[in-house]
């Protein structure tokens, strides 16, 4: 809402700059998003008047006009809009003037003709479209009579005012209108403010309530008031009411809309004005619309209405739409004379919705929708209609038409000094508290050591004591409160065992060369189940925002596809990844689905750069499960970490995918993604993990023990084995430890072959193994009795042949 | 000739040898053996001494070794120098090209909003708060109604929801755990203090300022005798942690459903320390988090005495945070992974 400070000076004596203006309410009242002052960047824009005018000889909208601009000579101008005219006084941008968007004008030959600058619209000058009058929309603007040729045109215009953009809050309804921000700037600055209002003088000798049938629902407005005003002259508002309004933002329609509008923004309570003539029978009703009604309201556009719509309504259709906007059929227009004033207070749920479900987002609607001041009611109806006799020769009838529900007290709060302080961290007296309560226009009484606040009615945000704390502490100025840290009992500030997981999984990933990524929870449909071995389906969204982000992940792995086509697409070519993050299981037993801390890791490309000296190397099965097995080596389960292979993942490569096991506990998968999938993706081979931290971390884990270092020498046997290509290495390497003897301390796989020389179906493996005794020298014998045994019992479970 | 003149011409010639010599090999292989060795020249020479009347054997024979000595030092003496000369001369042929490029070390990086969060994190741990991140999939009751939302306060239409169920769904925010910890925190083992760092989501359309997913940090102190003194003085700790001490703080009041007294907090503008400009839209501060004195009907949903126990709450956004810190101009960009983009923070 756009506060003019020259409006707000003509009521409260402050000598204050309006950027200063402006920082004070944002520190104590409501934040402003800036200060707008139309003539701020223009230059050199100065009345003329035009004294002659003739058509362009080579254009049919083109006038060449002699305009006196207060220089000796007429300044010769070349104008396409429609409404020149002699006499006229206008807005001229001589050359060397800038006028909106930083234009500068030169002078320049229009169609051949010379032309020294140009008469200038009000947006051509930097005001909104929206805000200039019909009247001026599609031509010049004329100044006033009076303007002094040769003078600035700002002045005159309102342009020099400083506009000060609120943000207000939702609870802070009552600073939507210069009222409000008059008490909250007088209890800032300790100032008196006088808010005069125009008075009626003279009355009609009709009644309304002779005249009007009122019908009104009282649980949809609560104080709902009518006055009949008669014989207006409807014509265009003075210039000083007009530039009130497009300095609030407002367009200027007629004195009539006009001095409804001035009001609102000057009270804060939105008025109504019907056309008399225009409603049926003089019957009113504030109701619920009836399914299927329809109204087409003032902005043109017909609305069809059902039983969650409030309507006033006339004897036949609805003639408004409650709290939002009037109805078009009963438009206060150029032929109106007969007038009926509305000014009422409707419910601020009700409005809110309506306002959502009609997307008419309106002046009035924003100050309903937030509580207006029922105290307040009728002083608006009263300023308005004095202002209608005064600048459209209205005559109102005497009495209001009134239906209110039995109004509310104003609400009394008890608050004491102690507890103030006790929140705010302050040593605040009585007085001090009293002295801003005051200030604030609150009344206030002593009872023993308790404050009794009565909350005025245009405060309806303060309900409790919190709320009058908050009136303290920004009055008295945040910045004048004290800085200091808690002082409570100890407490020790630790993370939990699987935070720590957690933190380390993340940091052991950045070691071993992966990145992380951060992706959507929120995923397709498809890839939210990805890598899943059973069909269970993923939680969906009610309404999504698109078919993308629909349901929730039950993988990490499908996201890093992503990231690694993300990256492959624009020439990114090796990519190492992980993500550490929720995945999201449907469950039985609980409305929510169990979130549970997976982590996943991708390798794609080669994980060296090629340079001149390193060559890079495509990734495979062998250099992610290094990765991963470090970081699980480092867990020391007590139970062995082994890899089973498996082919029951539909998106992984069935030759090339090991399930992961801790003991009997399966932890995840690792593998190649499906070369099927990569190429869905449009990505090189990639290959990937994903376990579950939760189930990793109730797993049983060792001591970091430490194993002393034997003082005696090694002993090194190599053996070489023919064997048959489906035995595996965990097949021969668990035999080896098995029958190794209490001194094997160390096996080693160091060639594997096949091909040449090897018979089809075939392989040779060989391994190196280390013997080594803590307490003595190693005899060849030893060690010849173990390799021994170890031979015998691969020969015999194998099939093999030792070479 | 006598001997001694034999020992002489050993000598001289030796020398003369020894300073021509061109390698530490030929010294030592072949010049020692022939002057020094067991059969060498001055052993062969020294043979002749028993001609020699008794008498003077033990002369000559001291004779003979200074000579030896001499040769000796003389060709130590050499073989360093030559081995200098060699070692220099292999140094100087193993020159390389330093400024060639480095061997790569491979390495990861942590995701900048995740730095942000640790340090937060780290900050308060120290300062003794728990860390609680609680469910992403949230139910109405926390995220909205104990937060002092109920189904009709207008504040919610400020938060586009992903519903699951009317009453399920994605927590918009990280306080509905303050609301959880509340519920079952026994004030008598001493104060609650913690903050919920985790993602939260909202039904937003993507674009550079809007993300439908982002992350967020809430803390909140409850104990007998917190005070918005105790709130202002935490929050600089913090901003002085995260930004530098550079910055002036500014607590304006704000509107939250769950905190009152609510405040919002500025601080000085990074772009131009105060100045105005186009990032600050001319006001020389920006916004960076929400706080406020927790209000009294959270407390009392949460079934906690709003009479005797009080505190403070805030929350702030570390994507924001990270955009501000490093100028990102484009929220998505957290996102996309980007190793381009992620490889720049460490
Ligand atoms: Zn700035």
Known sequence: MLISYNWLKEYLDINISADDLAEKIERSSVEVDSVITRSKGLKKIIVGQIMSFEKHPDSDHLNICQVDTGEDELEQIVCGAPNVEVGAKVIVASPGARIADNVKIKKAKMRGIESRGMLCALDEIGFPKDVVPKEWSDGIYFLPEDAVVGNDVYEYIGMNDSLIDLDVTPNRGDMLSIRGTLFDLAAIYNKNFELETNEVKNYLNDNISDLINLNVDETLSSNYNLRIIKNVKVEASPLWLQIRLWNAGIKPINNIVDVTNYIMIKLGQPLHAYDLDKINQNDISVRRAKNGETITTLDDVERILNETDVVISDSKSPIALAGLMGGKDTEVDDNTTNILLEGANFNSVNTRKMAQKQNLHTDASQRFERKIDDSNIVNSIEDATGLIEMIANGEATKDILTKTVNKSKNKIINITSSRINHVLGTDFDNNTIIDIFNRLNFEVEIENDSIKVTIPSRRNDISMDADLIEEIARIYGYDNIGSTLPTTKMTQGKLSKKQKLIRNSRKSMEEYGLTHAISYSLTSEEKSSQFSTNDQESVQLKFPMSMDHSNLRMNLLSGLLDDVAYNQARNVKNVALYEQGRIFIPNDNDVRPTEIEHLAGVISGSLVENNWKQKSKKVDFYDIKGILNEFLKNLSFVDEITYVATDKYSNMHPGRTADILIGDTKIGFIGQVHPKLVQKYKIDEVYGFEINLDIINDLPKKEQLYNQISQYPSIKRDIALLLNDDITHADVYNLIKKRGGAYLTKIDLFDIYEGENIPEGKKSMAYSLIFQDKNGTLTDEDVNKSMEKIQNNLEKEFDLEIR | ?346
Not at chain 2, 53 to 67: D, H, K, L, Q, T
Not at chain 2, 111 to 134: C, K
Not at chain 2, 291 to 301: D, T
């Open chain 2, 1 to 346: 000739m006598s001997l001694k003149d034999d020992l002489n011409q050993i000598k001289e010639n030796g020398l003369v040898k020894i300073e021509s010599s061109k390698s530490v090999k030929e010294l030592n292989d072949q010049i020692r053996v022939d002057l020094l060795g067991k059969k060498g020249l001055i052993t062969q020479t020294l043979r002749g001494i028993s001609n020699l009347p008794v008498e003077e054997r033990p002369e000559m024979g001291s004779y003979a070794n200074s000579i030896r000595d001499t040769l000796q030092v003389a060709i130590d003496n050499k073989a360093q120098e030559l081995e200098e000369k060699e070692l220099n001369e292999k140094l100087k042929s193993e020159k390389i090209d330093v400024t060639l490029p480095e061997n790569k070390v491979i390495k990861g990086h942590p995701h900048v909003i995740q730095q942000i969060v640790d340090q937060i994190d780290d900050l308060f741990l120290g300062m003794g708060y728990e860390v609680l991140s609680g469910p992403e999939v949230e139910e109405d009751v926390y995220n909205f109604e104990m937060m002092n939302l109920p189904k009709d306060h207008p504040a919610r239409d400020m938060q586009d929801t992903f519903y699951i169920t009317d009453e399920i769904l994605m927590r918009t925010q990280t306080s509905p755990m303050q609301a959880r910890t509340l519920e079952k925190h026994d004030f008598s083992k001493g104060p609650l203090k913690m903050i919920s760092p985790g993602l939260v989501y909202r039904r937003d359309t993507d674009d550079p300022t809007h993300s439908h997913q982002f992350h967020q940090v809430e803390g909140i102190v409850i104990d007998e005798n917190i005070t918005m003194a105790d709130l202002k003085g935490t929050l600089e700790v913090m901003i002085e942690e995260l930004f530098g001490d550079k910055f002036d703080v500014r607590l304006r009041p704000s509107y939250f459903p769950f905190t009152e007294p609510s405040v919002e907090v500025d601080i000085t503008c990074f772009k131009c320390m105060g100045k105005g400009c186009s990032v600050c839209k001319g006001s020389g501060w920006i916004e960076v988090l929400g706080a406020g004195m927790v209000h009294p009907n959270v407390l009392k949903m949460a079934g906690v005495d709003a009479n005797e126990y009080g505190g403070f709450a805030f929350g702030l956004g570390p994507d924001r945070f990270a955009m501000l810190k490093y100028g990102v101009t484009d929220i998505r960009d957290f996102y996309l992974n980007d190793l381009r983009f992620l490889s720049q923070f460490n």
